[in-house]
């Protein structure tokens, strides 16, 4: 018999029922084929319009299914309207990452269709990096508890040896793997700031101390600031970069611009024990139940999920069909006809689900 894996649904908020359904039946469609595993999906009730119904965004009970299933997948959640009374913004996926101690955030930037990046990327150079945002501490640490005073406010950065050497493991793990499969030079770069902050000294303190134990991976440092200019005019010299909370919030961002758009920007937030994958992407309020969003930044995590349930639990079929769904995507992008407006096409959601299917 094959192996049961069960995953968590979060649907979410705005366009997130519209990309995930299609997503899972990619999946279905996969497992059914290699028959060498299931996947049974579990709907898990959490999000904006969750929070308007039951006063709850994150209900206890959707957090167990999380903890208990193999596999997370996640659209997006929350609305800009809907609002905590101190007029923050709710995330349940942030507090999803701080519950299961989810610390790596794991952005990849592969440019694997040219036209649709803003840059002008050389013939002979190939763009294929990850960056890697610590997720449950750094400046969201303080997140909906700072301090506001009269004529003065405050938040806190919080970064600790704890987190910071699973984080960097992390990193330099990934390294070693990519290098393996011939996809990276082998070499991690820490982003910081280490020379104006002192948590920062302290964070590069702990990457330099890790990296000791990896010796066949390149270690070096950088700046926040120099990153983001490095990242648009040489991307392909990178392999694993490495950074706190905002500033790969904000570096994430400019790595799916990059790519050509959130519409196809995948990511996984990971822990030691569990995983959640959803789009870079937010909820798109603004084109939700018009069957306009583009699906494939969903889609590519859960090619993601699948790589990860595959080298978790051994099994190759899983990790074949991981790659199988990311060359679809990537083919299926090369006919604009296919892709949705934000890449320059006509295509509605469907249509562009569709045809992966078709391409699989
Ligand atoms: P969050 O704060 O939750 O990350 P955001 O405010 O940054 O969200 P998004 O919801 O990600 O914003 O949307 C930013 C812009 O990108 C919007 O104009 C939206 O329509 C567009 N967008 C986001 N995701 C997609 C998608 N999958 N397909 C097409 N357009 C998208």
């Avoid at 969201?140 to 040896?161: C, H, P, Y």
């Avoid at 090369?334 to 045809?355: I, P, W």
Wanted: glycine share 8%; aromatic share 8%; with cysteine.
């Amino acid at each position: 018999m094959s192996k049961k894996f069960k995953i968590a649904v979060f649907e979410g908020d705005g366009i997130g029922p519209e990309i995930m359904a299609p997503t899972i039946r990619i999946l279905n469609h996969l497992a059914s084929k290699a028959n060498e595993y299931q996947l049974d999906f579990k709907s898990t009730p959490a999000g904006a319009a969750h929070y308007l119904k039951t006063g709850e965004a994150l209900p206890k009970k959707s957090l167990d299914i999380a903890r208990s299933s193999d596999a997370i997948l996640l659209s997006a959640m929350g609305l800009p309207d809907v609002r905590y009374s101190d007029g923050t913004e709710m995330s349940p996926q942030i507090d999803l990452r701080k519950e299961l101690v989810l610390f790596a955030g794991v952005r990849p930037v592969r440019i694997s269709a040219k036209e649709y990046s803003p840059l002008k990327i050389p013939k002979d150079r190939e763009v294929d990096f990850v960056l890697i945002r610590e997720s449950t501490e750094g400046l969201f640490f303080s997140q909906g508890n700072g301090e506001v005073m009269q004529d003065e406010a405050r938040e806190t950065l919080r970064i600790t040896r704890d987190i910071s050497e699973k984080l960097f493991r992390f990193a330099f793990n990934l390294a070693k793997d990519r290098k393996k499969l011939g996809r990276g030079s082998g070499e991690v770069v820490c982003v910081d700031k280490a020379n104006m902050f002192r948590a920062f000294a302290f964070f590069r303190g702990i990457f330099e101390q890790e990296a000791e134990k990896y010796p066949d991976i390149k270690a070096s440092s950088a700046y926040a600031d120099v990153m983001a200019l490095w990242m648009v005019q040489k991307p392909w010299e990178f392999d694993v970069l490495v950074t706190e909370n905002m500033f790969g919030d904000i570096l994430s961002e400019l790595g799916a611009g990059l790519m050509g758009g959130l519409g196809i920007a995948p990511s996984a937030d990971i822990g030691l024990d569990h995983a959640v994958f959803q789009p870079c992407h937010g909820t798109a309020p603004d084109i939700a139940g018009k069957n306009l969003a583009n699906p494939f930044a969903m889609i590519l995590s859960a090619a993601m999920m699948l790589e990860w349930l595959g080298i978790k639990h051994e099994n190759k079929f899983m990790s074949l069909d991981a790659i199988k769904l990311r060359e679809a995507v990537e083919k299926v992008l090369q006919d604009k006809n296919n892709v949705t407006r934000d890449l320059g096409g006509a295509a509605s959601t469907s249509k562009a689900a569709n045809a992966v299917l078709k391409q699989l």
